[in-house]
């Protein structure tokens, strides 16, 4: 027998707001995206890669204005009404990363260890040994005992030198600063019905990295180089960028001695929006795409892992994460659709007032 049951219908997708301009603002939308892109290579060359929060968010305004062909009023309600949640999110982690290990180093009594500063910020209290033991535990018999890091660079690093993988894991790298706002900015323009659910999913990682970096500071591969827990681990994206020359745009947040924090290193969030951006693009992209996606992750564990700013269970943590915040929020986004459907269908009572 056919089941002739009406099932709830699917809540219709929203149209971005960039659609809602007119024909002019049209015209105008494609020779603003290219004057865009002509001036951010422009102040880049000179000035260098954006990689601060309050530089990037500019970009990303600029861009967004562009996008709705220069119409203010489009823009501004953009901006309120889809962008203005995550950058607020955004700017209070870089403000609150700071301060966060200061929690851990109450709850537990840590090892004082110096973080290559002069003065009173030149000591930070952090775990070393756990992440430490556990790159040792898990790649101990691939690489005679030593944690994945110390090997890499004594197979690759030569001080002084650069070769064409210390360039090649820069950019990488940088692009942790930037991936994130250009898939929002992309699924804004092209897919505005999943807009929201990557915003949460990316507050959501944001929130429980802060969390972990206030309840268990952990120091670097090259923090334990400089205390002697390793042998010396040179930070070899920092060498690179010094040695060529290629300059850095930061934040003026990050610039505040007060707001930096060299030991929010687990997990890893550098690693975390890799597997974020995969997992949430698997089912939506080709099959190409996602092998670039899981290649990008790979090249991501491995210039952190090489360049001393992460252990690998830094970064397996950071996945563990990424699989929570974009697994979490869809089984959210799914409920709270099909509750919207079934109210919709009047399936479900609504309560009204006597």
């Not at 900015?185 to 990682?205: C, E, G, K, P, Q």
């Not at 990050?254 to 690693?271: C, K, M, Q, T």
Request: charged share 15%; hydrophobic share 55%; aromatic share 12%.
């Amino acid at each position: 027998m056919t089941d002739t049951t009406e099932r709830p219908a699917a809540p219709p997708r929203a149209l971005s707001p960039w659609r809602a301009i007119g024909p002019d603002a049209r015209a105008r939308r494609s020779p603003l995206l290219l004057g865009v892109g002509v001036l951010f290579v422009l102040v880049s060359i000179p000035f260098g890669f954006p990689t601060g929060r309050d530089v990037i968010t500019a970009w990303v305004l600029l861009l967004l204005l562009a996008a709705c062909g220069g119409e203010w009023p489009v823009w501004r309600r953009a901006v309120v009404h889809d962008w203005l949640p995550l950058i607020a999110v955004l700017f209070l982690y870089d403000f609150l990363r700071g301060a966060a290990d200061e929690l851990g180093g109450r709850l537990v009594d840590l090892p004082a260890l110096a973080n290559g500063k002069t003065g009173v910020d030149g000591t930070d209290y952090a775990h070393v040994l756990p992440q430490l033991r556990a790159d040792e535990v898990l790649f101990g018999w691939l690489t005679g005992g030593q944690v994945p890091t110390v090997w890499l660079q004594e197979q690759l690093h030569v001080a002084g030198d650069v070769h064409w993988y210390d360039i090649a894991i820069v950019p990488v790298y940088m692009s942790h600063f930037l991936v994130p706002m250009v898939l929002a900015i992309a699924l804004w323009l092209s897919a505005y019905h999943l807009f929201r659910r990557y915003v949460w999913t990316l507050v959501v990682l944001t929130l429980l990295t802060l969390a972990t970096y206030a309840l268990f500071p952990a120091a670097p591969p090259w923090m334990a180089g400089l205390n002697g827990y390793l042998p010396d681990v040179a930070r070899v994206t920092s060498e690179t960028l010094q040695a060529t020359g290629i300059g850095t745009i930061r934040s003026a947040v990050a610039r505040g001695e007060a707001y930096a924090n060299a030991v929010a290193a687990i997990p890893s969030l550098h690693s975390a929006v890799p597997m974020m951006v995969l997992m949430f693009s698997w089912r939506l992209v080709p099959r190409t795409v996602r092998v670039l996606l899981a290649l990008y992750v790979l090249a991501m564990t491995f210039t952190l892992t090489y360049g001393g700013e992460h252990y690998v269970v830094d970064a397996f943590i950071g996945w563990a994460y990424a699989a929570v915040a974009v697994y979490g929020v869809a089984w959210y986004f799914r409920r709270r659709d099909a509750s919207d459907a079934e109210v919709e269908a009047g399936e479900v009572p609504v309560a009204v007032e006597d």
